[in-house]
């Protein structure tokens, strides 16, 4: 929690910290719910928090406000309780992820290199850390390390790397607020506010210029992550499985479950996953259409996902995995696909894709 009051400008900074309860204890005629929705006066806060929302959708570039007086500070934070309701009625885990990283990365660039703020906004999330005399290095108790650090996929944050010391792993400051910034994504992202009908309704027509924007940009993710059907992308174990099938082969039962969710989840229509099943040696329409029908959620409560690499190679179906696949982020087959992809398309851009949705 930040200590001795933090003034205002700093929850206004940083309005997700604990301390903007006691700010709105202070000054509870500045923070009158009812007006913030509906008054003229407050149109401002509402265009402001939607904004704020937006800004997550596109490059994540904020106008930050300069907050010289007490005005400017509250207005910051009551937008940012409107752009929190926003994505509590929307309730959609994308919208919600992607603006829970984006304000992890503000509070970074918002903390900078102030050492002071640094330590402070560690003890608000939890993350035990301190000032040591080496090198201007912080040691963070490796339970904190652990608990942000476990999300990140580069080798540069294994525990194995890490000088430590009496259970405290020493990191510099830029570890110190990539820690930090974890910290606030996975708080926004866990923890939305409630909502009521009202604020529903008050909100109505922001709501829905930001669904909008989130279908908008779904779309385009789906057009350029997975695109048209493209066998060269295949994972080395999916296009084991086809080969099997398509040379009348036994495949195991798991084999047969993963490529219909693999072909479902890449685009492929039930007729066409159909047509490729008529070559198993042991095709049965009825069932096939059944089976098929049944894992892609037409005729069930539940579409199913392709499974994780761990999963394949724990059914022993992780067949001829290739350099792609030992690439230290590849965890899963539609990963492999969309990276191959990008590959294929700019074959000098082989960095870590991002994982599906
Ligand atoms: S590592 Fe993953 S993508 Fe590669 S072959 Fe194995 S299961 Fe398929």
């Not at 997975?226 to 195991?252: F, H, W």
Request: hydrophobic share 35%; net charge positive; charged share 30%.
């Amino acid at each position: 929690m930040l200590s001795n009051s933090p003034d205002l400008r700093t929850v206004a900074r940083f309005p997700y910290i604990s301390a903007v309860r006691e700010v709105i204890s202070r000054m509870p005629e500045r923070f009158d719910m009812e007006r913030m929705l509906n008054s003229r006066s407050y149109e401002f806060v509402r265009i402001r928090g939607k904004e704020r929302v937006m800004s997550s959708l596109g490059d994540g570039q904020w106008p930050e406000s300069p907050l010289l007086t007490e005005d400017e500070c509250v207005q910051e934070i009551l937008a940012f309780a409107v752009a929190r309701m926003i994505c509590s009625v929307i309730g959609d885990r994308f919208l919600v992820n992607r603006f829970a990283v984006r304000e992890g990365k503000r509070a970074g660039a918002l903390i900078g290199r102030d050492r002071a703020l640094m330590l402070k906004l560690a003890d608000e999330f939890g993350i035990d850390a301190a000032e040591t005399d080496t090198d201007g290095l912080y040691a963070v108790h490796f339970t904190s390390f652990l608990k942000y650090s476990s999300k990140m996929r580069s080798p540069e944050w294994k525990l194995l790397y890490q000088r430590i010391r009496k259970g405290y792993v020493y990191v510099d400051e830029h570890k110190l607020v990539r820690l930090i910034e974890q910290a606030v994504t996975d708080h926004l992202s866990e923890k939305l506010p409630p909502y009521t009908d009202t604020i529903r309704k008050a909100l109505d027509a922001e709501i829905a210029e930001v669904v909008t924007a989130v279908g908008r940009l779904k779309e385009e993710f789906q057009k350029n992550s997975l695109g048209e059907i493209d066998e060269k992308r295949y994972p080395p174990c999916m296009k084991a499985i086809l080969n099997q099938i398509r040379t009348s082969q036994n495949v195991p039962q798991m084999g047969r479950f993963a490529i219909v969710t693999f072909l479902h989840a890449i685009g492929m229509t039930s007729e066409q996953i159909f047509d490729i099943f008529s070559a198993v040696p042991d095709f049965r329409a009825d069932v096939t259409r059944y089976q098929i029908e049944h894992i892609t959620g037409k005729i069930s409560a539940t579409e199913y996902s392709v499974p994780e690499c761990s999963t394949m190679k724990s059914y022993g179906i992780c067949f001829n995995p290739d350099s792609l696949c030992n690439k230290e982020w590849m965890k899963h087959p539609m990963t492999y696909y969309i990276a191959k992809g990008r590959d294929l398309r700019s074959p000098s851009r082989k960095k870590e894709p991002s994982t599906p949705q």
